[in-house]
T-cell receptor, first 109, second 114 residues
Framework: LAKTTQPISMDSYEGQEVNITCSHNNIATNDYITWYQQFPSQGPRFIIQGYKTKVTNEVASLFIPADRKSSTLSLPRVSLSDTAVYYCLEFSNDYKLSFGAGTTVTVRA | GAVVSQHPSWVICKSGTSVKIECRSLDFQATTMFWYRQFPKQSLMLMATSNEGSKATYEQGVEKDKFLINHASLTLSTLTVTSAHPEDSSFYIC??????????FGQGTRLTVV
């Protein structure tokens, strides 16, 4: 059973910012919040991970409030190639990852 | 970054035959690896945990005698689908944690049983 909840789908246009919010209602104290991207017929690809506050890398930003009950993945200036399924996950000490349905992001020209 | 490689990328087999899928960690050692299955338009479902030097642990509802897992070295885990049937056709994906707070996935193996 998935631990997280996120929107099923989101549509956007090239050049826009896409924000996907995930609920972590029962996240454990030691768990990290991790986001993956998956293209059709490929394995998931790590995007970003954080524990609290804000993390930024070359492809995305991750915002986590103090209560850690939610997280928001921000994709700046998306392009057509960002069309994919995005998963938010809680990474625990046993390394098991429980995938929810993910958010299908469709970027249009 | 860490790399996990699966082989083959795709395979077609006849019903009743067995198929072996390999998962390798290329630049790090993995005492634990995970096997997932993904049906079309669905999410990844964890099948089993592969443990180096010991038996794999299977998730509820996964037949251990049908999905044989061997983790003979710190860089290789294999999943063998025995007596495959069309309903076993799926996308199989392995992952390996790096020992920190990251896990990397293989590129997946598309199995089609005809």
């Amino acid at each position: 059973l998935a631990k997280t909840t996120q929107p099923i789908s989101m549509d956007s246009y090239e050049g826009q910012e896409v924000n996907i919010t995930c609920s972590h209602n029962n996240i454990a104290t030691n768990d990290y919040i991790t986001w993956y991207q998956q293209f059709p017929s490929q394995g998931p690809r790590f995007i970003i991970q954080g524990y609290k506050t804000k993390v930024t890398n070359e492809v995305a930003s991750l915002f986590i409030p103090a209560d850690r009950k939610s997280s928001t993945l921000s994709l700046p200036r998306v392009s057509l190639s960002d069309t994919a399924v995005y998963y938010c996950l809680e990474f625990s000490n046993d390394y098991k990852l429980s995938f929810g349905a993910g958010t299908t992001v469709t970027v249009r020209a | 970054g860490a790399v996990v490689s699966q082989h083959p990328s795709w395979v077609i087999c006849k019903s009743g035959t067995s198929v072996k899928i390999e998962c390798r960690s290329l630049d790090f050692q993995a005492t634990t690896m995970f096997w997932y299955r993904q049906f079309p338009k669905q999410s990844l479902m964890l099948m089993a945990t592969s443990n180096e030097g010991s038996k794999a642990t299977y998730e509820q509802g996964v037949e251990k005698d049908k999905f044989l897992i061997n983790h003979a070295s710190l860089t290789l885990s294999t999943l063998t689908v025995t007596s495959a049937h069309p309903e076993d056709s799926s996308f199989y994906i392995c992952s390996a944690p790096t020992g920190t707070t990251e896990a990397f996935f293989g590129q997946g193996t598309r199995l089609t049983v005809v």
